[in-house]
T-cell receptor
Framework: EAQVTQNPRYLITVTGKKLTVTCSQN?????MSWYRQDPGLGLRQIYY???????DKGDVPEGYKVSRKEKRNFPLILESPSPNQTSLYFC?????????????FGPGTRLLVL | GQQVMQIPQYQHVQEGEDFTTYCNSS?????IQWYKQRPGGHPVFLIQ?????EVKKQKRLTFQFGEAKKNSSLHITATQTTDVGTYFC???????????FGKGTLLTVNP
């Protein structure tokens, strides 16, 4: 089954404790992206990757890192989480790096930073 | 940068009433996509519009793309409780190939 998976689905952590949210897709997609969703703010793009070893900042990259060593995986790293990073995070992928491609979203990761 | 405004933010209707959400872009778009997110779920692709003035239908849903390719609408006829969720538009055409999402319209339906 074609899908985007994220782990963990729920996470409670404390300020400053490094964490990684994994994202994997099995559709051989070139383009992958991370979004955060907050009430009243919609979906905001954090980082995106147009292909392996090619990443770039989205609209709200501060406090986040990403890597794209393999085509299927695109982990999101929070080196020193802070309470303002409490949010619902979605990973998404599309076949190619084009605004005309359908984006397939993962199930989401709900993060609470205390 | 490119901005996509979506209104209304919330809409509550009685079952059977119609519903419309609107998107407006600050720049001309190459395409616009619509997504639906059920409560507790993730955004799911509904449709893409590419041509100026394009109209597409999916059962009770009608999608339009403006002549100037700067606005779009989603209209639901005779809403049902299964239509509940947040509807997002997303515009393509930015310099970095990304989609710019509107903030979404949360639709609730009273049975």
């Amino acid at each position: 089954e074609a899908q985007v998976t994220q782990n963990p689905r729920y996470l409670i952590t404390v300020t400053g404790k490094k964490l990684t949210v994994t994202c994997s897709q099995n559709m051989n997609h070139e383009y992958m992206s991370w979004y955060r969703q907050d009430p009243g703010l919609g979906l905001r793009q954090i980082y995106y990757s147009m292909n392996v070893e090619v990443t770039d900042k989205g609209d709200v990259p501060e406090g986040y890192k990403v890597s794209r060593k393999e085509k299927r995986n695109f982990p999101l790293i929070l080196e020193s989480p802070s309470p303002n990073q409490t949010s619902l995070y979605f990973c998404a992928s599309s076949a190619r790096a084009s605004g005309g491609e359908t984006q397939y979203f993962g199930p989401g990761t709900r993060l609470l930073v205390l | 940068g490119q901005q996509v405004m979506q209104i209304p933010q919330y809409q509550h209707v009685q079952e059977g009433e119609d519903f419309t959400t609107y998107c407006n872009s600050s720049t001309t778009l190459s395409n616009i996509q619509w997504y639906k997110q059920r409560p507790g779920g993730h955004p799911v692709f509904l449709i893409q519009l590419v041509k100026s003035g394009e109209v597409k239908k999916q059962k009770r849903l009608t999608f339009q793309f403006g002549e100037a390719k700067k606005n779009s609408s989603l209209h639901i006829t005779a809403t049902q409780t299964t239509d509940v969720g947040t509807y997002f538009c997303a515009g393509g055409g930015g310099s970095n190939y990304k989609l710019t999402f509107g903030k979404g319209t949360l639709l609730t339906v009273n049975p």
